[in-house]
């Protein structure tokens, strides 16, 4: 089992700036892909940003170039850092681990954190 733990949303205008973090229960390096989905209501959860084991990443395309995502393997941690935030960010962020090591095997969630961009 795998509990992940978020901290870092809050209340930001246009263009400022906020950094997520997911804290593990677990050494990160057991963990395939460790990332970030939102939701907004009404709406599926959509993929923002992941990392693997081997530190590739993926965004999707609308953060592209605005949000960064990192592994801090020493505090078993990934942060997301997200700049110039625009109201179409605003949404419940989740933290997610898909493991896969040594026969243990699970997806995890976060409990969710809100970011709400607004003037």
């Known amino acids: 089992q795998v509990q992940l733990v978020e901290s870092g949303g809050g209340f930001v205008q246009p263009g400022g700036s906020l950094r997520l973090s997911c804290a593990a229960s677990?050494?990160?390096?057991?963990?395939?892909?460790m990332g970030w989905y939102r939701q907004v209501p009404g709406k599926e959860r959509e993929l923002v940003a992941v990392?693997?084991?081997?530190?590739?990443?993926t965004y999707a395309a609308s953060v592209k170039g605005r949000f960064t995502i990192s592994r801090d393997s020493a505090k078993n941690m990934v942060n997301l850092q997200m700049n110039s935030l625009k109201p179409e960010d605003t949404a419940v962020y989740y933290c997610?681990?898909?493991?896969?090591?040594?026969?243990?095997?699970?997806?995890?969630w976060g409990q969710g954190t809100q970011v709400t961009v607004s003037s």
């Open positions: 997610y681990a898909d493991r896969n090591w040594f026969g243990q095997r699970g997806t995890y």
């Open positions: 677990v050494n990160i390096f057991s963990i395939n892909i």
């Open positions: 990392t693997s084991r081997g530190e590739s990443t």
